[in-house]
């Protein structure tokens, strides 16, 4: 189902059908789902090398004021972003079913808006020749999964998400070999004035602590780190973020709050 770029709408993918299609011709049985969460497995990196500079003290945390944030929140149009993923593993491969939600926060009210995205994932050719079209060859189902995701995530927000506005996107900035199609929907948001604010919890990047030799010691992950130096309503210091290979993933801000 199309969008018309106008919230409070449930849609269902164009290919969902089609998926469910295909898993019925190969007979596909799924078991019971288990939650998912995309995180960093099965995405590889495509060898790219990573600058992180502190544009402040690493050592130092830094109070945030509830009551500027309020007064922001109050005078912008601000828009969140969640999903929720069912993951079916069986015999012939891996199946994912998600929900993505996009919600404008209004004034008086809540206005949301979600798509509904089916795929079907299996290293084995000649099932997905036998499923017509619905059915995802791959040799990693996981990492073919969060490409897709990753595309219906962009997609969705940058259809119904309109500036000037604030985005708070669940997920890294960062996501290894989908950093450009998180860069063409930051892209988007640049064109439209639109300040995205990606929120990352239940983490293991340690992009930060591998920055800074004195943190790779002591800390395991970035959040390890984060945790045992901030209080609650305190933040990190602000991180530029460059990647050598790709020079347009560059000059981005981040901050573990």
């Known amino acids: 189902m199309a969008s018309n770029g106008e919230m409070n709408q449930v849609m269902v993918d164009d290919n969902l059908s089609k998926v469910a299609a295909g898993m019925k ?6 078991p019971e789902p288990s939650r998912y969460m995309p995180g960093s497995e099965g995405a590889p990196q495509g060898g790219s090398t990573v600058e992180l500079h502190a544009l402040e003290a690493t050592s130092e945390a830094f109070a945030l004021s509830a009551e500027r944030g309020a007064n922001i929140a109050r005078a912008e149009t601000v828009y969140a972003y969640d999903e929720s993923i069912d993951k079916y ?22 206005m949301p808006t979600s798509k509904v995205c089916l795929g079907f994932y299996t290293k084995s050719s000649h099932l997905a020749m036998a499923g017509n079209g619905g059915i995802t060859h791959c040799g990693n189902t996981v990492a073919a999964y969060r490409e897709s995701y990753t595309k219906e995530k962009a997609g969705l927000i940058t259809a119904f998400a309109q ?19 998180v860069l063409d929907m930051e892209g ?31 800390y395991h992950s970035d959040l390890h780190w984060a945790h045992k130096t901030l209080k609650e309503g305190e933040r990190s210091t602000f991180f530029s973020y460059q990647d050598i290979s790709n020079k347009r993933i560059t000059k981005i801000g981040r901050a573990h709050v």
């Open 25 to 30: 011709a190969i007979n596909i049985s799924l």
């Open 89 to 110: 593993m069986c015999l012939e491969g891996e199946a994912y079913l998600t929900s993505h939600a996009l919600i404008r926060i209004d004034k008086n009210d809540y």
């Open 188 to 218: 988007h948001f640049a064109r439209n004035s639109i300040t995205p604010v990606f929120v990352v919890k239940n983490s293991d990047s340690d992009t930060v602590i591998k920055s800074d030799r004195a943190l790779s010691d002591k």
């Open 163 to 181: 500036g000037p506005s604030i985005v708070l996107v669940d997920g890294p900035i960062q996501a290894g070999t989908y950093d450009l199609t």
